[in-house]
C-alpha cells in the first residue's frame, strides 16, 4: 500500500506537468482537443493524489513504523482519531494534504467550469497544474511522505502532545481548504492577464471560489484561536504569533478580494485592483506557507527546521509571486480601468473597505516580516508583540468598523450619505445606549474599552437595521414585512451575518480584554479562591490513566456567590508515555456567554500547587462570532445568483438551442 501510494504521488506529478502544459498551448493555439485535455487530467491528478493520501492515512492507522513519516509521527498506543490527524500534524504529511485539498479545487473547476469560455478554463487548469507540478516537485525531492526505514522499528515516536487534540483534526483542514482556496482566485487572475480578458463576468465566476476559500478560512482561524484558548493552557486567544499572522494576511486580503469582486462584478469598476488582490492574496498565503516550513520561525504552530526546504519553497515564491507580478506589470497596461462612480456610493464605500484592509493587511506583514528580515541581515533579535499592532493595526481598522454599516445601504453609482446616517439613527442610538452603560454600571475609567464595545454594537445593529429596511419592517403590515424578508436574496442575509458576526467578534475581544479578573495562588487540598463571586474548593488530585498518557487530575467544585453548587472543573497534568512530554489540560466551564478558565501548575514543596483562575465574560462571543460570519459566508454561496454555473430550470432549458459562447 505504501508504494502504491509513493508511486500514486509520482503519477500524480506527471498530470500536473501535463495540465500545466497542454491545455495552456491548446489555449493559445486555438486547439480545442488539447483544450479539453485540462479536465480528465485535472480529475486523474485529484484520483492518484487521494489514492496517495489513503495510503498514507492506512500507514498511520496500521502503525507502520517501517515508514518514516509514521515512526517520528505516531505511536500503537495513540487513539485511532489521533493516528488519523497525525497523518497531517507534520511538515510531510500536511504538505501531502495542502496537494490534496490544491488538486480537489482543480477536480472542481474541471467539474463546475463547464459553462466557461473553453480557453480560460483550459489557462485557468494550467495555472492551477503549475502549482501542482511545484508543490509536487517539493514534497518528491525535500519531503516524501513514504520513505522507509530499514530494519523497521518496533515502536513509534508519538505525535506531539499538543497536537493530541480534536481542534487538529478540523483546525489544519479547514486552514489549507481557505490557503489553497484562494488558488483558484490566483489562477483565474492569471488567465484573465494571459487571455486579456476582463469583464463583469469573470468576477461572477471568481466570487464563488473566493468566498467559499474566505469561509474555510475564516472556520480555520476561529478554530485554532479556540484550539490555542483551550490547549496551550495560557488562557488567551490570540498571541499575534508569526504564524498566527501568516493566516490572518491572507484573510485580510480576501476579505478586501470579495469586496472588490463585487464592485467589478455589479459596476465593471476596479478591474485592474481585482486582478492584483488575487495575486496578492494568494501571495499571501505562499508566504504563510514559507513562514511555517523554512525553518526562520520557532513557534508551536511550525512544522518544519530544514534550511532546504525553505529554499525550495523561497524559489516557488519567487516564481509565482515574482511570476504573476511581472505579468500583472506587463500586461496591465491593455487592460480598461473600468467604469466611474462617485465617491458617495456604495462602490466608493467599498473602495474605501479595500483601502483599510490592504493598509491593516501591510501592517500585519511588516510586524511579521521586520524581526526576520534584522535577525538576518544584523544578527539582532527583537520581538515584535501586541503593543506594536495596538498602536499599528487598530487605529486602522477603528475607521473602517465605523464605516462598514453605511456600505450595503448606499446606492450604487451615486449615494446619498445623510439619508443613510438617517436610517442608522436606531442603530446609532444602540451603541450610544450601550457605552453610557458600560461607563455608569461596570467600570467608569474604562473609557476606550465602552467605545470600542459601542462600535461592536454599531456593527450588529447596523446589519440588522439593513434587513430591516428591505424588508420594510415598520412601515408595511407583518405579513408583508415577513413575505418581503424571506424573499430576500440569501447573499444579502449572508452580508448581514458576516458583519453581525464581525460585531460580536469584536464585542467578546473587547469585553474579555477589558473585564476579565484573574487570580493566581498557591493552594493545597481544601483551600478556596473566589474571582468574580465565583468559589473555588481545592478537594485534591486525582491519578488517572490515559490510553497513551498519565495524569494528575486536580479537581475544583465551585459555587457562585449565593454558594449554590454549580459542578466540578478540573484540570490536570500529564505525562504521556512514549515521549515523556508533560501537557497541561485546562479546566473551563461555561456560564451564560462567559467562562470560568482554570489552568493547573506545579507542584510546590510543602504539596501545595499553584493555580491560575480566570473569569472571562463574552469570551464565546469570539468563536460565536466567527461561526456568524461562517454562517453568513455559507448562506451567501447558496445564492443562486452567486454560484456559476447555476441558471434556473427554465432558463436552462431555454438555452439547450443556443448557440455556445466562442472563445
Not at 500583472?328 to 473600468?338: M, S, Y
Not at 473566589?530 to 490510553?547: H, M, P
Request: proline share 5%.
Amino acid at each position: 500500500m505504501v508504494e502504491t501510494g509513493h508511486f500514486a504521488l509520482v503519477l500524480a506529478f506527471a498530470m500536473a506537468l501535463v495540465q500545466s502544459v497542454v491545455p495552456l498551448v491548446g489555449a493559445r493555439t486555438g486547439n480545442e482537443r488539447m483544450m479539453a485535455v485540462g479536465v480528465p487530467v485535472a480529475l486523474t491528478g485529484f484520483l492518484l493524489t487521494a489514492m496517495a493520501f489513503a495510503a498514507l492515512v492506512s500507514a498511520y492507522v496500521q502503525s507502520d513504523f517501517s515508514v518514516a513519516n509514521v515512526w517520528e509521527n505516531s505511536h500503537s498506543l495513540q487513539p485511532l482519531l489521533y493516528k488519523i490527524t497525525g497523518t497531517w500534524g507534520n511538515h510531510e504529511g500536511s504538505m501531502l494534504l495542502w496537494v490534496l485539498i490544491l488538486t480537489f479545487f482543480g477536480a472542481l473547476v474541471a467539474v463546475f467550469g463547464r459553462n466557461l469560455p473553453l480557453s480560460l478554463r483550459a489557462t485557468v487548469l494550467s495555472v492551477q497544474g503549475w502549482i501542482g507540478a511545484a508543490f509536487f516537485l517539493f514534497i518528491l525531492l525535500t519531503s516524501n511522505p513514504f520513505r522507509r526505514i530499514f530494519p523497521a522499528p518496533i515502536e513509534g515516536r508519538e505525535l506531539n502532545p499538543i497536537l493530541q487534540d480534536i481542534g487538529l483534526a478540523i483546525h489544519p483542514p479547514l486552514l489549507y481548504l481557505g490557503y489553497v482556496g484562494f488558488s483558484v482566485a490566483f489562477s483565474f487572475a492569471v488567465a484573465a492577464l494571459i487571455e486579456g480578458r476582463v469583464d463583469a463576468a469573470w468576477a461572477r465566476w471568481v466570487r464563488p471560489w473566493t468566498l467559499a476559500a474566505w469561509l474555510f478560512l475564516t472556520g480555520g482561524i476561529t478554530m485554532g484561536s479556540y484550539w490555542a484558548y483551550y490547549e496551550l493552557g495560557w488562557g488567551g486567544f490570540w498571541f499575534w504569533d508569526p504564524v498566527e499572522n501568516a493566516s490572518f494576511m491572507p484573510w485580510l486580503a480576501g476579505t478586501a478580494l470579495l469586496h472588490s469582486a463585487l464592485v467589478m462584478e455589479k459596476r465593471s469598476a476596479l478591474k485592474i485592483w481585482t486582478i492584483l488582490l488575487a495575486i496578492l492574496t494568494f501571495s499571501l498565503s505562499l508566504l504563510g506557507t514559507f513562514l511555517v516550513r523554512s525553518g526562520v520561525l520557532t513557534s508551536v504552530h511550525a512544522f518544519a527546521t530544514d534550511p532546504s526546504r525553505g529554499v525550495f519553497i523561497l524559489c516557488i515564491l519567487t516564481l509565482f509571486i515574482g511570476g504573476s507580478f511581472i505579468l500583472f506589470a506587463l500586461r496591465a497596461g491593455n487592460l480598461t480601468a473600468g467604469g466611474l462612480f462617485h465617491p458617495i456610493s456604495r462602490e466608493g464605500a467599498l473602495v474605501l473597505n479595500n483601502l483599510f484592509l490592504t493598509t491593516a493587511a501591510a501592517t500585519v506583514l511588516v510586524g511579521t516580516l521586520y524581526p526576520l528580515v534584522l535577525e538576518a541581515f544584523s544578527n539582532n533579535r527583537i520581538s515584535v508583540g501586541p503593543p506594536y499592532f495596538a498602536l499599528t493595526f487598530v487605529p486602522v481598522m477603528i475607521p473602517l468598523l465605523l464605516a462598514v454599516p453605511f456600505g450595503p445601504l448606499l446606492a450604487w453609482k451615486r449615494g446619498d450619505l445623510l439619508a443613510v446616517a438617517q436610517r442608522l439613527y436606531f442603530a446609532f442610538g444602540a451603541a450610544l445606549v450601550v457605552v453610557l452603560g458600560v461607563l455608569l454600571f461596570v467600570d467608569r475609567h474604562a473609557v476606550l474599552a465602552a467605545c470600542g464595545i459601542g462600535i461592536a454594537v454599531w456593527l450588529i445593529f447596523g446589519a440588522l437595521t439593513d434587513i430591516a429596511l428591505k424588508s420594510g419592517i415598520g412601515k408595511v403590515g407583518p405579513r408583508i414585512a415577513l413575505r418581503r424578508f424571506l424573499g430576500l436574496p440569501r447573499s444579502m442575509y449572508g452580508t448581514a451575518l458576516a458583519h453581525a458576526g464581525l460585531g460580536l467578534t469584536l464585542l467578546g475581544i473587547l469585553a474579555t480584554l477589558t473585564f476579565q479578573a484573574e487570580k493566581i495562588v498557591s493552594l493545597k487540598p481544601g483551600d478556596t479562591v473566589t474571582v468574580a463571586g465565583y468559589t473555588l474548593t481545592f478537594k485534591g488530585i486525582v491519578a488517572d490513566r490515559g490510553k497513551n498518557y498519565t495524569e494528575a487530575r486536580a479537581e475544583f467544585p465551585f459555587t457562585d456567590a449565593s454558594g449554590q453548587p454549580l459542578g466540578v472543573i478540573s484540570s490536570a497534568k500529564r505525562i504521556f508515555v512514549a515521549s515523556q512530554t508533560p501537557t497541561t489540560e485546562s479546566g473551563i466551564r461555561t456560564i451564560g456567554l462567559g467562562q470560568l478558565y482554570l489552568s493547573l501548575g506545579d507542584a510546590d514543596k510543602d504539596g501545595s500547587y499553584v493555580v491560575r483562575v480566570w473569569w472571562k465574560p463574552l469570551v464565546t462571543l469570539i468563536w460565536f462570532g466567527g461561526l456568524v460570519m461562517m454562517a453568513g459566508g455559507a448562506i451567501s454561496i447558496f445564492d443562486r445568483r452567486l454560484r456559476v454555473g447555476a441558471p434556473s430550470a427554465r432558463r436552462a432549458k431555454a438555452g439547450l438551442a443556443a448557440p455556445q459562447p466562442s472563445s
